[in-house]
């Protein structure tokens, strides 16, 4: 079982920055494929971004160049560092981690559905 819990979002004016974070625990957590997601009020959820166990990653179109993902393996953590954000960013950023085997990581951005394990969300509202 792993809890995945988020923090770090808040509201921001276009052009500004955020880093949003992810503190995750449970066992063994860290061999898994972990993601970032966000959605709308109304919307559908979309990938913004992946990160497999060796630091591989994985953009949605939408954010490359202005966000980035990491993860601290000793501390357990999940980072997206937003920046240069826009008013179409605005949404509920939630963590997710767990892939089955035969779903691959960097291919994972529009499997929302195989991710095992989701933290409860945080606001991000740019204006």
């Known amino acids: 079982q792993v809890q995945l819990v988020e923090s770090g979002g808040g509201s921001v004016q276009a052009g500004g920055s955020l880093r949003v974070s992810c503190a995750a625990s449970?066992?063994?957590?860290?061999?898994?494929?972990m993601a970032w997601f966000r959605q709308t009020p109304g919307g559908e959820r979309e990938g913004v971004a992946t990160i497999d166990s060796q630091g591989g990653k994985k953009y949605a179109d939408s954010v490359k160049g202005r966000f980035t993902v990491s993860r601290d393996h000793a501390q357990a953590t999940l980072d997206l560092e937003m920046n240069s954000l826009k008013p179409e960013d605005t949404a509920m950023y939630y963590c997710?981690?767990?892939?089955?085997?035969?779903?691959?990581?960097?291919?994972?951005?529009?499997?929302?559905?195989?991710?095992?394990?989701w933290g409860q969300g945080t606001q991000v509202t740019v204006s």
């Open positions: 997710a981690a767990d892939l089955p085997p035969w779903v691959t990581c960097s291919g994972a951005l529009a499997r929302i559905a195989d991710f095992g394990w």
């Open positions: 449970g066992s063994t957590h860290m061999r898994y494929c």
